[in-house]
C-alpha cells in the first residue's frame, strides 16, 4: 500500500471516530435532560394580575393558623377519656361554690385520692369538678385527665329543706381537709350569705312545688297485680326501680320518669301476683322534674282516662271527689302560671339545676 493511501485510509478512519464520539455526547446529553423536572416558563404580569395576586396573598397572610387539637370544637385531645357531660354540674343558681386553686396542673388520678368519701353535707349533697388543661371545660375529675383548677359546691336548698349552718360548716371542713391534703388554697363564700340565700331560694321552692296525682277506684271486685301490670304495659307503663311503682319512662336518657303509676308496695312482693289484689292506684307526675317539651300534664290525663276505661275504675283527686273536664282544665290554668314562675327564675321544669333543687 502506497503512503498516499494509508494517509487517505487512517484520515478516514479517524473522521469515523470522532463522529461516533460526537454522537455519543449528544445521545448522553440528550438522557441526562429527559430525566430533569420540567420548569415553568415565566411570562411576565399586567397591572390586573399582579394586583390580585397581591390581594389573594394578603388575604392568605391573615388567616390564623392553628393546631388540630386546638382549634374550636375539637373537644378533649385524642388518647385523653372524654369529657363528662352527663350527671349533675354545679350551677350558681343552686349552689354554694368555693374556689380551690392550685398551684401547678394536678391528674384526675391524685385528686381522686383525697376527695371527700362521703359527697353529702347533712342532706345536701356536694360536687367537685376540675378544669380540664386540654379544652378549658369544667367535669368531674376522672382518672387519666389533667387539671389547672377545682371548684366544690353545695346544694343550697332542696325538699329536706335550706342549707343551714351546720351543713354548711360540714362542707368547709370537708373540703378545707381536702385542699390541705392537696396543697390547695379554697376561698369559701360568707356564711351568713350562703345561708341567706339558701332560705330564700328554699322558700321559693317551697311555693313552687307540685306533684299532681289522681286516684283510680276499682267500681267491681279488685285487681289483681298481674292484671293491673297486664293493662299498664299496654299504655307504655314499664316496672320502676322500686317496688309498688310503675312508669311512663322518658325520652330523655337519664331523665326520671314522665308519669308514675303507684301502687301497694306489699303486693309488689306476693310470691304469686295473680293472689295479690288492689282496689286503688295513684297515678302521678312531678311537675318541677319533667320537661314541658314532654306533655306530661297531656300524658297524665291521657293515661288516667285510658286506665280508667279499660280498668272499670273511677278517676278521683286525694279528697275522693271524682274528676271532671272543668277541674282538669283549672289545673291546666296554673300549671301554666306555675311553669311560668320556673323559667322566669331561670330554674325551667326539667332542667338539671331544677331536677336538683326540687329532689
Known sequence: MSSNSLTLYLAILGGGVLAAVVAHGAWTARKAAARQPKRATLEPMDGSARAADAVSHSELDNVPTQPMEDRPGSGSKPGLPPVKRTGPRLDALVD????????TPMSGDHILLHVPTTRRAGSKPMLIEGLRTDCGEWEQPQPGVTYSE????VLL?????????????????KIQA??????????????????????????????????????????????????????????????????????????????????????????????????????ELVLSFDVPQT????????????????????????????????????????????????????????LAAGAASTRRLFS
Open 150 to 153: 377545682l371548684q366544690a359546691g
Open 291 to 346: 320537661a314541658v317539651e314532654q306533655q306530661p300534664f297531656k300524658a297524665w290525663c291521657a293515661a288516667g282516662e285510658a286506665l280508667s276505661m279499660s280498668m272499670d275504675a273511677v278517676m278521683a283527686d286525694d279528697q275522693g271527689h271524682p274528676f271532671t273536664a272543668a277541674a282538669f282544665a283549672a289545673i291546666e290554668g296554673e300549671l301554666g302560671k306555675l311553669y311560668e314562675a320556673l323559667a322566669a327564675r331561670d
Open 178 to 279: 381536702m385542699a390541705d391534703a392537696l396543697g390547695a388554697s379554697p376561698e369559701f363564700p360568707d356564711m351568713l350569705d350562703v345561708v341567706a340565700r339558701a332560705k330564700e331560694l328554699d322558700a321559693f321552692a317551697g311555693a313552687h312545688d307540685a306533684q299532681l296525682a289522681l286516684r283510680l277506684h276499682a267500681r267491681g271486685s279488685a285487681w289483681s297485680l298481674g292484671y293491673v301490670t297486664q293493662q299498664a304495659s299496654r299504655h307504655g307503663f314499664l316496672p320502676g326501680a322500686l317496688p309498688g311503682r310503675l312508669v311512663l319512662p322518658s325520652h330523655e336518657e337519664g331523665a326520671p320518669p314522665i308519669l308514675t303509676l303507684h301502687f301497694d308496695a306489699q303486693a309488689a312482693f306476693a310470691e304469686d301476683q295473680e293472689q295479690a289484689t288492689l282496689r
Open 157 to 173: 336548698a332542696n325538699r329536706t329543706g335550706g342549707l343551714n349552718e351546720i351543713e354548711y360548716s360540714e362542707f368547709v371542713q
Open 96 to 103: 354554694a361554690i368555693a374556689t380551690i386553686s392550685i398551684d
